[in-house]
Nanobody, 121 residues
Framework: QVQLVESGGGLVQAGGSLRLSCATS????????MGWYRQPRGKDREEREL???????????GYADSVKGRFTVNLDTAKNALYLQMSNPTPEHTTIYYC???????????WGRGTQVVVSS
């Protein structure tokens, strides 16, 4: 299994900025995807929603409509770390953000424990 540890969450004012980090133990996989997810209140883990994702090879990215133009995901393979740069967030972006690692074959799927972000108005 791949270990994932998120950090960087906290309180931020609407319109401010915050950077989330996810440290990963994955070093030997060549085809994988990583992403940030949110778990809506009252929903189960299986219902977590994608916030942003990035392919380990090629760097292709994907974003939820609510964060396009505000958040940027990037992967530093040298540091084995995934980041989410949150710019101009709104209170609607308040949630726990989870880091996910998945091989493209889905043989390995790992989640971090999450980091809480609160956006104040």
């Amino acid at each position: 299994q791949v270990q994932l540890v998120e950090s960087g969450g906290g309180l931020v004012q609407a319109g401010g900025s915050l950077r989330l980090s996810c440290a990963t133990s994955a070093r030997t996989f060549s085809n994988y995807e990583m992403g940030w997810y949110r778990q809506p209140r009252g929903k189960d883990r299986e219902e977590r929603e994608l916030v942003a994702s990035i392919m380990g090879r090629g760097g292709g990215t994907g974003y939820a409509d609510s964060v396009k133009g505000r958040f940027t995901v990037n992967l530093d393979t040298a540091k084995n770390a995934l980041y989410l740069q949150m710019s101009n967030p709104t209170p609607e972006h308040t949630t726990i953000y989870y880091c996910k690692f998945k091989t493209t074959t889905a043989q390995v799927v790992s989640w971090g424990r999450g980091t809480q972000v609160v956006v104040s108005s």
